[in-house]
């Protein structure tokens, strides 16, 4: 089976521009997750979404993110206008409520995101 | 709200030699525990997860994970260390709601 596939895996833009990171779970997954990771904050819960909806956004650090999921096989995240401290690796994670075993989530390889 | 704690930051262990990695959470029900690993520019890999019966997990890459609800501890073990288990290992625990909440992580260092 796919796992959860992100792109671009690379992405280095100047600060003001707009960055928008994709993900696409595993198939019969319901739920989405967006993390943010970096070195003085560790590994934070940004937003997640049950059957395309959001759930929980509390984690958005300010409203120049965004977040969608139009349909259960993709989702976005948006930053706009960047700035220099968005910088880091952003992760997209996938569970399933049908999962045996507490629903562990899967996980994509990351985008790193470098705002010059 | 639920919480882990990783006392170790970084670990160096000899290959072939054991390891422990410690993890305490904070719940108020029976928790949802998982460890996974994290190689360089790679995502989270799950190695392994608690969410009832045995207390002694199997995960993969041979390790294993100790459920202890008196300690509220989740401790993994290998008994062996390979050169490749270099990496970073993260605990993390899990609520009703399906959130995970994550561990600073710990970073092993393998010596030859």
């Known amino acids: 089976d796919a796992g959860v596939i992100q792109s671009p895996r690379h992405e280095v833009t100047e600060m003001g521009q707009e960055v928008t990171l994709r993900c696409k779970p595993i198939s019969g997954h319901d739920y989405l997750f967006w993390y943010r990771q970096t070195m003085m904050r560790g590994l934070e819960l940004l937003i997640y979404f049950n059957n395309n909806v959001p759930i929980d956004d509390s984690g958005m650090p300010e409203d120049r993110f965004s977040a969608k999921m139009p349909n259960a096989s993709f989702s976005t995240l948006k930053i706009q206008p960047s700035e220099p401290r968005d910088s880091a690796v952003y992760f997209c994670?996938?569970?399933?409520?049908?999962?045996?075993?507490?629903?562990?989530?899967?996980f994509g390889d990351g985008t790193r995101l470098s705002i010059l | 709200a639920q919480s882990v704690t990783q006392p170790d930051i970084h670990i160096t262990v000899s290959e072939g030699a054991s390891l422990e990695l410690r993890c305490n959470y904070s719940y108020g029900a029976t928790p949802y525990l998982f460890w996974y690993v994290q190689s360089p520019g790679q995502g989270l890999q799950l190695l392994l997860k608690?969410?009832?019966?045995?207390?002694l997990v199997q995960g993969i890459k041979g390790f294993e994970a100790e459920f202890k609800r008196s300690q509220s501890s989740f401790n993994l073990r290998k008994p062996s260390v390979h050169w490749s288990d270099a990496a970073e290992y993260f605990c993390a625990v899990g609520a009703y709601d399906y959130k995970l909440s994550f561990g600073a992580g710990t970073t092993v260092t393998v010596r030859a």
């Open positions: 994670a996938s569970s399933s409520r049908r999962a045996q075993g507490g629903q562990p989530q899967h």
């Open positions: 608690y969410f009832s019966g045995d207390t």
